[in-house]
């Protein structure tokens, strides 16, 4: 039973779909187990640049079969436009299966996401405003709609009408906001069936039938363990379980069935929206590894904020998630600083801390306590082996390994496909 949870070990944004593309030939499933159009994937193949957002990464290697679990909310327009924008490129996309019961992003998910968001003001969660949020709120006050919905419109419609009782009071009378009509909803949701139908499995049957069979299933989290809803920068995170039990519920597929947790980490740090980030860089530093890694998020084309590597984050991705191994990624983008800071534990009201502190507090007011190791200047994208790298790179890579607590078993030395060390097999 090989399965593999391939997960962010930091704020997101690392490199996942890399990760999960390069391992895409030599698995036979791909699942997304989590989140919705929040989350995105840029993966480079040879000189073609795709970028996903809720689709699963293998979608693009034509031996795997790509799935959408239960614990995913699918906005059906921004499905249909990614598998539209695929197969306009020659890309088959017809082996994907998306789960009867994930639940579907409706229309008026996204007005009460950007109509809150708005109201917040300087308390905004720095939500992409594309409904996820209210989604899985449904989910949780179960009045949610599923896929399976879709195919009978009696029970849809008492859905819709439901959900909306509750929301248009709050649209009308709080927000200010025309009421939604629930006929006019239902109608739209509907006119989605027919297309996903060809699509829509039990895949928790299937998933577990081909881990019986010895298959081998990739589980891929959006996000990042820092925004996971329970174990993230609480409030500001995201909706779902983006940490390695979210694999488990939100796929259907019991803990024993999982082999190796992947953690994938970025060479420094990322994050986008609000919320606390000791190691955050307004500099120079900070521009320049904006500049170098193009960071900028592909869902929401927002610039991220950057800072250097902590490793106080990746001991407690370790210990949140299980991991087994890491996946360090970008290494390429510090090539040419002479001096690499890395965090290496916080000062709290002048104690030193080497330990995510669990109160929120204490977080926001964590000031970074750096080491400083040697940088290089040579090319490493054309390296293959680790013996390839520069010996203050290899100390650099060593020196993550051990203040993180799990083996660095592939580095990438630059964005496209081949440009990846790979010191351990994963399967």
Avoid at 39 to 52: E, I, M, N, P
Avoid at 323 to 343: A, N, Q, S
Avoid at 393 to 420: D, F, H, N, W
């Amino acid at each position: 039973m090989p399965a593999l949870v391939l997960l962010g070990a930091q704020w997101g944004d690392e490199g996942k779909g890399k990760a999960t593309d390069l391992l895409g030939g030599s698995v036979d499933y791909v699942v997304r187990y989590q989140g919705g159009n929040n989350a995105g994937h840029t993966v480079v193949v040879g000189d073609q640049k795709y970028a996903l957002h809720l689709l699963p990464s293998g979608i693009l290697t034509p031996e795997c079969t790509p799935v959408i679990g239960n614990g995913v909310v699918v906005d059906p327009s921004v499905l249909f436009s990614e598998l539209n924008g695929l197969n306009e490129r020659g890309v088959d996309t017809s082996k994907l299966l998306i789960s009867g019961n994930a639940h579907i992003i409706t229309p008026y998910n996204v007005t009460v996401d950007k109509v809150t968001e708005r109201f917040l003001g300087k308390r905004k969660i720095g939500t992409t405003g594309r409904g996820i949020g209210p989604t899985y709120a449904d989910k949780i006050n179960r009045v949610g709609i599923r896929v399976q919905d879709l195919y009978d419109e009696s029970i849809l419609t008492q859905k819709v009408e439901a959900s909306l009782d509750n929301k248009n009071q709050m649209l009308t009378k709080l927000y200010n906001r025309r009421a939604i009509a629930i006929e006019q909803v239902v109608e739209e949701l509907l006119s989605y069936a027919d297309r996903l139908k060809p699509y829509v499995a039990d895949t928790v049957l299937i998933l577990n039938k081909a881990l019986d069979d010895d298959k081998v299933v990739l589980f891929e989290g959006g996000q990042g363990t820092l925004l996971d809803i329970d174990h993230g920068t609480y409030p500001f995170v995201t909706s779902s379980n983006p940490t390695a039990g979210g694999a488990c519920t939100g796929a259907g597929v019991g803990p024993t069935k999982i082999s190796r947790v992947i953690g994938i980490l970025k060479a420094y740090t990322t994050r986008v929206g609000s919320g606390p980030f000791p190691t955050e860089l307004f500099d120079a530093d900070g521009d320049a590894l904006r500049r170098i890694g193009g960071e900028r998020g592909v869902t929401t084309g927002r610039d991220r904020r950057c800072g250097w590597f902590d490793a106080v984050i990746a001991r407690y991705a370790t210990r949140v998630n299980g991991l087994t191994d890491f996946f360090l990624t970008k290494l390429d983008v510090l090539t040419g600083w002479e001096e690499i800071p890395v965090c290496v534990a916080y000062e709290i009201d002048g104690k030193r801390v080497e330990e995510l502190p669990y109160s929120q507090s204490d977080f926001h007011h964590a000031k970074p306590i750096y080491e400083t190791l040697p940088g290089w200047s040579e090319d490493i994208t054309k390296a293959k082996t680790f013996a390839d790298l520069p010996k203050n790179a290899q100390a650099y890579v060593k020196a993550l390994e051990e203040m993180s607590g799990a083996p660095i078993s592939a580095i990438g030395v630059g964005p496209g496909r081949t440009e990846t060390i790979e010191i351990n097999s994963f399967i």
